[in-house]
């Protein structure tokens, strides 16, 4: 398995932009979809974001549609989550998740192989 470690995470004012990353290492990056997931408290960990691994097409859960942007850089082993205009509602850890491998995401649908530990995302007004 594939062992994930998310930065980026911080303390944001409503409106504000953060960049998350997951570095990923022990295995073979370019062969995984890799996504994004965040829990708020109280709440089930939820789908956030996707990215292929064959040609980087993306998928997103209708909440964050037009605000956040993933993306990978296959020569650093990184995915990123660029979230812009945030939300009071977009607090929660926000977990970074690899598929098994030559796995594809099927829009919201991520099968997940591993988990990184997580970040702290705080949207504050």
């Known amino acids: 398995q594939v062992r994930l470690a998310e930065s980026g995470g911080g303390l944001v004012q409503d409106g504000g932009s953060l960049t998350l990353s997951c570095a990923a290492s022990?295995?073979?990056?370019?062969?995984?979809?890799m996504g994004w997931f965040r829990q708020a408290p109280g709440k089930e960990r939820e789908f956030v974001a996707a990215?292929?691994?064959?040609?980087?097409?993306?998928h997103y859960a209708d909440s964050v549609k037009g605000r956040f942007a993933i993306s990978r850089d296959n020569a650093k082993n990184t995915v990123y989550l660029q979230m812009n205009n945030l939300k009071l509602e977009d607090t929660a850890v926000y977990y970074c998740?690899?598929?098994?491998?030559?796995?594809?995401?099927?829009?919201?649908?991520?099968?997940?192989?591993?988990w990184g530990q997580g970040t702290q995302v705080t949207v504050s007004s």
């Open positions: 990215i292929s691994w064959s040609d980087s097409s993306t």
């Open positions: 022990g295995g073979t990056f370019r062969w995984l979809a």
């Open positions: 998740a690899a598929s098994p491998p030559f796995r594809e995401p099927d829009s919201s649908r991520f099968a997940v192989d591993s």
